[in-house]
Each structure stands twice: as structure tokens, then as C-alpha cells.
């Protein structure tokens, strides 16, 4: 059980109102941490902090800036099994999973942004009498808002580019899931990083995150989370006109052709439904398959989900921990009844898993796999964030295209099939921002990331974030010697 604090000006301290709010393992029901419950006024605090810091840092040349990124990262990887452990503990997901996903990419991160910056080159345009230096500058105070599902991986995402372009952070991340955001605080503190550069302020979305997004010196915020929240963030800071990029939900497509190896790719599909619970922004909670191999396809599936194994994510054996919590839990079987209602039949799961004594009040639920429903209802088009995959059928190729583009989301879409050529031809009609083709959450930290529709607005991703945390700005320089 620990205190955390909140991290502003180079210090560890409570919030102004000295009010808390309880963390939870959300496996075992334990309470593992209090954080600060922060108001504006902490907020107006780091945003003093980060004012005083803003000048000295903007100075640094990238390249000095990319060795302090560097000198985290490699502070975060002598704490590797922390990360993984913190990280398992307070998000219910098993610790395989936050090993090799979790605290190796927030690693990852760090090195890829201090080496892509370092060598970015910026652009000039030579006219006959003139020549154009385009420079990236920094934006100023970067507000960072992330959510609970891959805690350190996402925050981490944003402060690496965000730090190395120049910029000071508030970072506020998921009251849910705290305890690997203040690792970074303290590895943040343990290599010196100047101070007020770098600033860390927990409490409620609505009153600290808010309190982010409405303040008129932070100049930029970087959003992920819920398309709900997304909408009041984008109402708050347009009329701003700050910097937005939101990341938000899916409700993701995967299309099965007739050709597809089933045996050899059913693992890597039943990842893609039920990887972290499901609760990953890209998981593919919708599959489309063709009717020829509808049969064998679900047998397949259901084979091999009932394999995995679900419990003490602390196991090195195991592979779906908890949800996040028993609230989420509630929502997520609120879908398994609407299912029911809107004629679909589960053949796979739904119930809470019988778990020992430790793990009674866990979030636990089996992974559960739907049929019968129809591609437009309400189950089969809204995001529902837990361990439930809808199975449809389709003939031709154009209805598969339409069924996957007939949710308001937008995030990606995986395709698997021999024939690649026709697999690249249907990503191209698939109105996502992102498809795989054979294979899922298979990321190169260079491209672009993110959705379209109301999965989001903008890219992360390589120089897409080196450009959206810091302004690009023009000098156009005559000479005026003879
Ligand atoms: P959420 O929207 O509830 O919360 C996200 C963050 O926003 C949290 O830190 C929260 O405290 C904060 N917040 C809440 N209200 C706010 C407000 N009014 N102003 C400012 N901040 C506020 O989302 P969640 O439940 O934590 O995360 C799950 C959602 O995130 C899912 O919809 C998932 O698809 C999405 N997600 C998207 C991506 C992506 O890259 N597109 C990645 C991961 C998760």
C-alpha cells in the first residue's frame, strides 16, 4: 500500500486539498494505493513549474534533449519487472502480457524518440533569390491525458516525443491505474531531469483532467481515451485553438477470406479478439467470415479460446487476467444480456469464472464468443471493451467491406487471406486508419497511428508526433549582400 503524490516542480507533494482517491488491484479487490484527488489549483501549480522551466529547455538542442531520453529509458529498463509487476497489479492483466508488451514498448519509446528527433532533418526550399528554412519549434506546455488499459505504453508514447521536442508536460493519467506513471516520476527524479519540465498531477478526468483542458496556457493537449470524453476534450480546447490530438475508441473489423489457413492463424485471431481482456483500443471484437468456412472457422475459435487460461495474473501461465474493474465488469455483461435481447445465441462464456477465495471479488470474465447477431445491432457496432467477439458471416467481399465500415468507429481492421494483393485491395476500401494484413498489433514505431470517424482525429506515430509536438515554422531568408 503506498501514497502516492503528486510530482510538480522537481517534487513529490500531495494536492493542495490534501483529498485522496482509493486504487484497487482490480483482481483481488485489495486496496494497493491512495493518489492525490488534484483540483485546478494543483493544475495552476504545475503550470507554474512548467513556465519556469520552458525557456532553458526550449534552448536545448535536440540532440542534448535526446540524451536525457535515453538516460530514462535506460533507468526504466534496470526497473523492467517493476514496470511489469506495478503494472499487472494495478490493471488485472497477466504479467507475460505486461512484460513483453507493456514495459518493453514504454522502454521502447523512449530509445525510438531520442534517435528518430536526433536524426530528424528539417527542410528548406531554395528559391532563385531566396532560401526557406522550415525549423520545428516547441509548443510550449503539453497536457498529457491517457487511460487505463496500457498505463506506461501510452504515457509514455506522448512524453517521449513531447520532451525531446522541447516541450514541458503535465501528464494526468487514469485515476485507475496510477502506480507506473509515478515509477516514471521517480526515474524522472532519480536522472535529474531539470525541474517543472517534467510534471505528474492525478485525480478525476472531470475535475483534474478537465482542469487540463480548460487551462489557457496549456497549449497543446494529447488525449487518449473514450470517444465520449474525446467529444467534451475537443469541445473544450477548439475554441482555444490549442494543438488537439485525440486517440479513441474501436470497434474493429476482422474479415476471415475463404482462403485463410485457419489452423495456422487462429491463435494470432483469437489475440486479436481477447488480448489484454479485450481491452485494447485495436482488438478485432467483430469477425467477419466467409460462409464457406463459417463451420470450421468457429470451431476452430472456440477450441482454442477454451484453452486459455484465465486467473491470477500474477501466474506466469496465465493468459486473461481481470478487467479492469467490477464497474467495467457490469458494463461489459450488460452487452452479454443485450446480445441475448437482440437474438444472438453465446456459445462461448459469459459467465464470472470460479476462481479461489483470492480472487472472489476479481473482475474476471470468461472469454466469451457471440453468434446470430445482426451486423447492424447495437452489440455488433458499439465499443464494448471487455472479452466479447460478435462472429458474422458474409458472401461476397463488398458485403464484408460494408458491414466493417458500418460503425461510427474508425481505428483499424486486420484482413487475413493468401492472396495479399486482394487483402491490400480491401484495406484500401476499410475506413480505418490502420489494417493489418496476416497479423495484428504488429507495430513499426515509424507510421502513422490512429483513426478516423469518431475513433479519433490525428496520428501518432514517428515524425507524424515529432510534427504535432512542435510548430513548424518558416524562415525565408534573402541575401542582401552584392
Ligand atoms: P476515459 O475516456 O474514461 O479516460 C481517459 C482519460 O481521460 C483518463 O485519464 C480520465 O481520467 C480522463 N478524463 C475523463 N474525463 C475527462 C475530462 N472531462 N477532461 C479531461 N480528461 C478526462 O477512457 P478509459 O476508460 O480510461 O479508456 C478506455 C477507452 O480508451 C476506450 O474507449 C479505448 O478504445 C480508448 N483507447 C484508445 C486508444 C487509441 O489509441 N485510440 C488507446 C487506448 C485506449
Known amino acids: 500500500m503506498i501514497n502516492i503524490q503528486n510530482y510538480i516542480n522537481g517534487k513529490f507533494i500531495n494536492s493542495i486539498n490534501n483529498e485522496v482517491i482509493e486504487n484497487y488491484n482490480p483482481a483481488t479487490g485489495e486496496e494497493i494505493a491512495t493518489i492525490p484527488r488534484s483540483s485546478p489549483k494543483d493544475i495552476q501549480n504545475a503550470v507554474n513549474a512548467c513556465e519556469k522551466a520552458k525557456l532553458s ?103 517521449a516525443p513531447a520532451l525531446v521536442m522541447g516541450n514541458c508536460i503535465i501528464a494526468k493519467p487514469s485515476e485507475l491505474t496510477p502506480m507506473t506513471a509515478n515509477l516514471l516520476a521517480e526515474i524522472i527524479d532519480d ?9 505528474l498531477v492525478h485525480g478525476y478526468g472531470n475535475e ?17 481515451g473514450g470517444t465520449e470524453t474525446g467529444k467534451i476534450v475537443a469541445k473544450t480546447a477548439a475554441p482555444m485553438f490549442k494543438k488537439i490530438s485525440l486517440e479513441l475508441g474501436g470497434k474493429n473489423a476482422t474479415i476471415i477470406l475463404k482462403d485463410t489457413d485457419i489452423k495456422s492463424n487462429i491463435k494470432n485471431i483469437a489475440k486479436s479478439a481477447f488480448l489484454n481482456q479485450g481491452q485494447v483500443c485495436l482488438c478485432g471484437s467483430r469477425i467477419l467470415v466467409h460462409e464457406s468456412i463459417y463451420s470450421s472457422f468457429l470451431e476452430e475459435l472456440l477450441k482454442y479460446v477454451s484453452t486459455m487460461k484465465i486467473g491470477d495474473p500474477l501466474n506466469e501461465d496465465t493468459q486473461l487476467g481481470s478487467l479492469i474493474s467490477c464497474e467495467h465488469r457490469e458494463k461489459v455483461e450488460s452487452y452479454i444480456k443485450l446480445a441475448i435481447e437482440e437474438g444472438g445465441e453465446v456459445v462461448l462464456g459469459g459467465e464470472r469464472p470460479k476462481l479461489n477465495e483470492k480472487f472472489a471479488n476479481g473482475a ?22 471487455g472479452p466479447v467477439v460478435t462472429i458474422h458471416k458474409f458472401n461476397e467481399i463488398d458485403d464484408a467491406i460494408n458491414i466493417a465500415n458500418c460503425t461510427k468507429y474508425g481505428l483499424a481492421a486486420s484482413i487475413w487471406t ?21 497479423c495484428w498489433l504488429h507495430r513499426d514505431l515509424r507510421v502513422p497511428f490512429g483513426g478516423v470517424k469518431s475513433s479519433g482525429l490525428g496520428r501518432e506515430g514517428g515524425l507524424y508526433s515529432l510534427q504535432f509536438f512542435s510548430e513548424l515554422q518558416n524562415i525565408c531568408t534573402m541575401d542582401n549582400t552584392n
Open 208 to 224: 483534474c483532467g478537465q482542469a487540463v483542458v480548460e487551462h489557457p496556457e496549456i497549449n497543446l493537449i494529447s488525449f487518449t
Open 57 to 159: 529547455w526550449s534552448k536545448l538542442s535536440i540532440s542534448e534533449r535526446s540524451k536525457w531520453l535515453d538516460k530514462i529509458a535506460n533507468e526504466l529498463e534496470k526497473r523492467f519487472e517493476d514496470v511489469s509487476k506495478l503494472e499487472s497489479i494495478d490493471t488485472g492483466k497477466p504479467i507475460s502480457l505486461a512484460r513483453t508488451v507493456d514495459a518493453t514498448r514504454s522502454v521502447s519509446n523512449f530509445r525510438f524518440f531520442a534517435n528518430l528527433a536526433k536524426n530528424m532533418k528539417e527542410k528548406q526550399f531554395e528559391m532563385n533569390d531566396a532560401m526557406n528554412n522550415v525549423i520545428n519549434k516547441p509548443v510550449g506546455i503539453a497536457g498529457l491525458i491517457t487511460p487505463w488499459n496500457l498505463p506506461l505504453y501510452l504515457l509514455s508514447w506522448k512524453v
Open 191 to 199: 536522472v535529474g531531469l531539470p525541474k517543472g519540465v517534467f510534471n
Open 418 to 438: 493468401q492472396d495479399t494483393n486482394l487483402g491490400e485491395s480491401i484495406a484500401e476500401r476499410l475506413d480505418t486508419g490502420m489494417v493489418w494484413i496476416n
Open 364 to 385: 474476471f470474465l470468461e472469454p466469451t464468443v457471440i453468434i446470430g447477431l445482426n451486423h447492424n445491432s447495437r452489440t455488433a457496432t458499439e465499443e464494448i471493451f
